[in-house]
């Protein structure tokens, strides 16, 4: 998730909803809730939160994208807060998503 020029994947800003779980680095759950994503990927997520979450932790999500809900986990690869809000930016790469909610991502971004 850094400069565009890195990025190996589309990515498109879009508004949608998540429900988590948060796992420490032991894997041990800590918080649930739910938040919106700011932009998605076939790689990934970029979501915004209330609270700072630490890299290397991890998240088990439900993606509400139109009428279908995407099921991954993801791994925190960084953590940035916003400069005129009290909010951080959620950079979370995927590393357990099904070809078929990849799919369904892929079929997202094309429109």
């Given amino acids: 998730m850094g400069e565009l020029k890195d990025r190996k994947f589309k990515r498109i800003e879009s508004l949608n909803l998540v429900s988590f779980?948060?796992?420490d680095k032991n894997m041990t759950p800590d918080s649930e809730g739910a938040a919106r994503t700011l932009d998605i990927s076939e790689n990934g997520i970029?979501?915004?939160f209330y609270q700072e979450f630490e890299n290397g932790t991890f998240f088990e999500m439900e993606i509400a994208i139109h009428d279908v809900i995407i099921n991954a986990k993801g791994?925190?690869?960084r953590c940035q807060k916003q400069e005129?809000?009290?909010k951080f930016d959620i950079g979370i790469q995927?590393?357990?998503?099904s070809n078929e909610d990849r799919k369904a991502i892929a079929d997202f971004?094309?429109?």
């Fill in 75 to 77: 791994k925190v690869m």
């Fill in 21 to 23: 779980t948060h796992f």
């Fill in 109 to 111: 971004l094309k429109g």
């Fill in 94 to 97: 995927f590393i357990e998503i």
């Fill in 46 to 48: 970029l979501l915004e």
């Fill in 84 to 86: 005129k809000e009290e």
